[in-house]
């Protein structure tokens, strides 16, 4: 059977097309609704294990289901089963499931309605088959976009389905970015500002997690669509009261405004101080202190980096409290450095390279049946900073324009608050 673990593909094939029209034929023939589930049942394995194998053979049981969906109408668990098979024929067919989308829109509306009786049964089938339906589309189409009127319904009734409702919503930012904020960035930023009160630590990364999509997907637009949670992010900062794997995301979405839209950073941060009705030079001094000494509970070498490109951006800025915070800043990038500084392959002990640093040469050849949520996944990481911009290169840059504003005499007061090994490590830096 092909669920056994020994079960071979390649010894298969051959008996693939045989098999699977006897399994049809059988699927068609039993009354017994128990009996169809079964059959289906083994039509999903079939098709599971052999995935794009399936495409030349599956036409007939692709134009059957929505007839035996209709038959199925007061049998919620032949449903299930019908939608477990559509989640393993989407795989299967890939970018060519958009013919199937007469079908299955309908079907994914229906399962994942909150106001539908049915969705108690069909919910989390539904919602997987939502979540292949989008990783497998190679656009978003207006349909696609109306499914996600769903989506607030969903996230209001429990967090037992909170993952894959997240990760629905992320398959959207990287299909349709613009489509998809378009539409619902305002529906989006209610949910969550609502959901993320209720949530526990886990919960809550997961939404921050998808909050910084979003700040990936449009670096100047993304905080200010949610301007009205901003001040939930800095503040914990200023008090250092959430458990650390939190703060280290809230610094992380910190960061990426930082880097990328060091305009809109002041004036939020001036705007968040005349709210707290504190001096713009307090709350600054604070956020970089908690800011150093969050750094030191980042295990993610991404995150770590994506914070000393941050902080070294600011040193360029001619604010007095960031040149205060010049030597902790400095220390901060060379850890940095050690962390992500690789000597490559065959090249002499003096040279390193910013091992995160992903160039398109660097990407593995294409599977031709690759997801295109993959390639989406890809084409993003590589316009990241954090992927894009070597370290080493980005901190000299800085320094040399921080001692082009300030000249010598500055600069060198400036270099003394650094530790002096920490600026012995700098200098060996440079010679690399």
């Not at 017994?32 to 599971?48: A, G, N, P, R, Y």
């Not at 909050?211 to 914990?236: A, R, Y």
């Not at 956020?287 to 070498?301: A, F, H, K, R």
Request: one cysteine or more; aromatic letters at 8%; hydrophobic letters at 45%.
């Amino acid at each position: 059977m092909p669920y056994d673990f020994e079960f071979n593909v390649e010894q298969f094939l051959p008996f693939l097309e045989t098999c699977f029209s006897l399994l049809f034929q059988l699927l068609k023939e039993v009354d017994q609704c128990d009996t169809k589930m079964q059959v289906l049942h083994v039509i999903s394995f079939v098709i599971e294990r052999v995935d794009v194998q399936i495409r030349p053979y599956a036409t007939s049981l692709v134009s059957y289901l929505p007839a035996l969906w209709e038959e199925a109408s007061d049998h919620n668990m032949l449903k299930c089963a019908i939608l477990t098979t559509l989640i393993h024929l989407v795989q299967g067919f890939g970018l060519c499931s958009s013919a199937m989308y007469e079908f299955l829109l309908p079907v994914i509306a229906l399962s994942t309605d909150t106001t539908k009786p049915e969705h108690v049964y069909l919910l989390d089938d539904g919602l997987e088959l939502w979540h292949t339906t989008l990783i497998n589309a190679d656009k978003v189409t207006p349909e696609l976009l109306k499914l996600y009127e769903n989506m607030a319904g969903l996230l209001q009734i429990s967090t037992e389905n909170l993952r894959i409702s997240l990760k629905v919503i992320e398959d959207y930012l990287l299909l349709g970015p613009t489509e998809f904020m378009e539409h619902y960035s305002g529906t989006l930023v209610k949910s969550f500002a609502s959901l993320i009160t209720d949530l526990r630590t886990e919960g809550v990364m997961l939404v921050l997690s998808v909050i910084e999509l979003v700040f990936k997907c449009f670096p100047s637009e993304g905080p200010q669509v949610f301007i009205s949670m901003l001040p939930g992010f800095v503040k914990p900062l200023l008090n250092q009261d959430e458990h650390p794997m939190v703060m280290s995301i809230y610094i992380t979405l910190v960061a990426r405004i930082a880097l990328q839209n060091q305009e809109y950073f002041w004036s939020f941060l001036e705007q968040f101080a005349a709210e707290c009705r504190l001096e713009m030079s307090d709350l600054l001094s604070l956020l970089l202190t908690s800011w150093v000494e969050g750094i030191d509970n980042m295990t993610q070498p991404e995150k770590r980096k994506l914070s000393a490109l941050a902080l070294a951006s600011l040193i360029t800025a001619n604010n007095s409290i960031v040149l205060e915070k010049f030597g902790s800043i400095i220390s901060v990038c060379v850890q940095v450095l050690h962390d992500v500084c690789r000597v490559p392959v065959d090249e002499e002990a003096v040279i390193q390279l910013d091992a995160l640093v992903i160039s398109d040469g660097d990407e593995r050849g294409e599977d031709e049946h690759e997801a295109e949520h993959e390639k989406r996944k890809r084409a993003l990481t590589l316009k990241d900073p954090v992927h894009s911009v070597p370290l080493k290169d980005f901190v000299f840059q800085q320094l040399r324009q921080c001692h082009n504003i300030h000249g010598d005499a500055v600069f060198d007061k400036l270099v003394q608050q650094v530790d002096p090994d920490v600026y012995m490590q700098l200098q060996q830096f440079l010679k690399t």
